[in-house]
């Protein structure tokens, strides 16, 4: 079975302060990895992928995320965060099987304080 | 614009009622999964159409909940008998391919569901 750990449940920083957010996975097989976005009261957006390749992958809006397959992690980074990242963060795995269901973190609640 | 649209985005309804939630894909997607976001908590997955078949439900927590997809593009989620713990918001997502886990999926805005 595949799941997926966020570590942090809120992450409070200051605008233009740099930030990351952490995620775990576990996994038997070769995944994929997503980053997604939630702003109130919409679905999620997605920023980044990881299919493979390069383990450092840039998404939109500045951030971008490193895959370490040794420490089973995602973590997604920004060098300087602005007051309208103020968002919920999802981690996510594609799921085992050929349907590509995503397996979500617990989400990570990303705090902007001007 | 061309997104997954679903309606109603808010749904109330007293306990033991039956609700009909939609979900209009992207136009040409072939998958559509169905997930389900309890308050301050991640997605997770209900089930999933390739077209109109119905590939994978494991994730339905009960025989209440019905999912269709008849001509294989708008979905229906059903609910039956409603109770309190189904209280939560329904997000539909579509992608263009199928059978790859690596294709990304675009989500609709989700239906929040109260259940009084």
């Known amino acids: 079975a595949q799941s997926v750990t966020q570590l942090d449940s809120q992450v409070p920083v200051f605008e233009e302060a740099p930030v990351e957010l952490r995620c775990n996975y576990s996994?038997?097989?070769?995944?994929?990895l997503f980053w997604y976005v939630q702003y109130p009261n919409q679905g999620l957006q997605l920023l980044l992928k990881y299919l493979s390749g390069s383990t450092l992958v840039k998404g939109i809006n500045g951030f971008e995320a490193e895959f370490n397959k040794s420490q089973t992690s995602f973590h997604l980074r920004k060098p300087s965060v602005h007051i309208s990242d103020t968002a919920e963060y999802f981690c996510?795995?594609?799921?085992?099987?050929?349907?590509?269901?995503?397996?979500f973190g617990q989400g990570t609640t990303l705090q902007v304080k001007p | 614009g061309a997104g997954v649209s679903q309606s109603p985005r808010y749904k109330v309804a007293k306990r033991g009622q039956d609700v009909a939630l939609r979900c209009d894909p992207i136009s040409g997607h072939v998958s559509l999964f169905w997930y389900q976001q309890a308050l301050g908590q991640g997605p997770e997955f209900l089930t999933y159409?390739?077209?109109?078949?119905?590939?994978?439900k494991s994730g339905l927590p009960s025989d209440r909940f019905f999912a269709e997809r008849p001509e294989g593009s708008v979905s229906t989620l059903k609910i039956q008998r409603t109770q309190q713990e189904d209280s939560a918001v329904y997000l539909c997502a579509s992608s263009q391919e199928t059978g790859l886990n690596n294709q990304p999926q675009h989500f609709g805005d989700g239906t929040r569901l109260s259940i009084l």
């Open positions: 996994s038997s097989v070769s995944v994929y």
């Open positions: 159409f390739q077209n109109e078949a119905q590939l994978d």
């Open positions: 996510a795995v594609s799921g085992s099987g050929n349907t590509g269901k995503l397996i």
